[in-house]
């Protein structure tokens, strides 16, 4: 179940049904998510929040979407986040992080040749 309600237009208020929208009709403002905040309150803890799958899934009470029909390309929790985050705030060596960076020259590289292979780049 989500708890967003609608989309509503941050310049002129207007407001819209939950549906692929990022523009308001009427004056191009940006649309935000708007929520039942009452509701959340009542039923929404950390640890339900932390209880959920390792991705974006965890968040689905917030998302503007319907979790049954939505497709699962098994977003978020990499470990190349972890990694870089550690690097930047937590002082860790880029030497440390060592094999999440591997992994993702690798798919660099795999990918890249792929692309040269199938495009015919010369
Ligand atoms: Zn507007």
């Known amino acids: 179940m989500t708890y967003a309600t609608n989309l509503r237009c941050r310049e002129c208020h207007r407001e819209y049904p939950l549906e692929?929208?990022?523009v308001c009709d009427f004056c191009f403002g940006?649309?935000?998510v708007t929520y039942d905040y009452d509701a959340i309150r009542?039923?929404?803890?950390r640890q339900r929040i932390e209880s959920g799958p390792a991705s974006l899934w965890r968040y689905s009470d917030f998302l503007p979407c319907d979790r049954e029909t939505a497709v699962d390309i098994g977003a978020g929790f990499t470990p190349l986040i972890r990694a870089?985050?550690?690097v930047m705030l937590e002082g860790a060596t880029l030497w440390s992080q060592a094999v999440p960076i591997a992994i993702l020259l690798a798919y660099?590289?795999?990918t890249f040749t792929l692309a040269l292979?199938?495009?015919r780049w010369q």
């Not at 009542?42 to 803890?45: A, G």
């Open 108 to 110: 660099a590289t795999v």
């Open 30 to 32: 940006p649309v935000e």
């Open 84 to 86: 870089l985050r550690a």
């Open 117 to 119: 292979k199938l495009f």
């Open 20 to 22: 692929a929208r990022h």
């Open 42 to 45: 009542r039923n929404i803890t």
